[in-house]
């Protein structure tokens, strides 16, 4: 059974941090490309950021460029999205997904051009409420 499991949203306040997490199991997931999007209520989902099975190359969107960091752990198939100074803008549903290697061509385009559609798996994504 194919599941991408997020966890690690919740309620923080202005200034704070969260780590999210997305648990990958029933596919390979050493070739898979997993990036984080992110949907604020009335907004368009938009690519957070994104990370290469391949090389561990990265993508970040420039308003979060500086604050957070993804990474990878292949041991345990889980992707990690650490959230630093997080402000009210930053309040969204995350959530995250996992390219195959046939469609992947650069972690920017996965994150920034590619529709839903593309991907081949979706979480169903955790709550981040960045409030004081």
């Known amino acids: 059974q194919v599941q991408l499991v997020e966890s690690g949203g919740g309620l923080v306040q202005p200034g704070g941090s969260l780590r999210l997490s997305c648990a990958v199991s029933?596919?390979?997931?050493?070739?898979?490309?997993i990036g984080w999007f992110r949907q604020a209520p009335g907004k368009e989902r938009v690519g957070v950021s994104c990370?290469?099975?391949?090389?561990?190359?990265?993508y970040y969107a420039d308003s979060v460029k500086g604050r957070f960091t993804i990474s990878r752990d292949n041991a345990k198939s889980t992707v990690y999205l650490q959230m630093n100074s997080l402000g009210p803008e930053d309040t969204a549903v995350y959530s995250c997904?996992?390219?195959?290697?046939?469609?992947?061509?650069?972690?920017?385009?996965?994150?920034?051009?590619?529709?839903?559609?593309?991907?081949?798996?979706w979480g169903q994504g955790t709550q981040v409420t960045v409030s004081s």
């Open positions: 990370i290469s099975s391949a090389d561990g190359s990265t």
């Open positions: 029933g596919f390979p997931f050493d070739y898979h490309h």
């Open positions: 997904a996992a390219l195959g290697p046939i469609l992947f061509t650069t972690v920017q385009a996965m994150c920034v051009m590619f529709p839903p559609e593309t991907f081949d798996y």
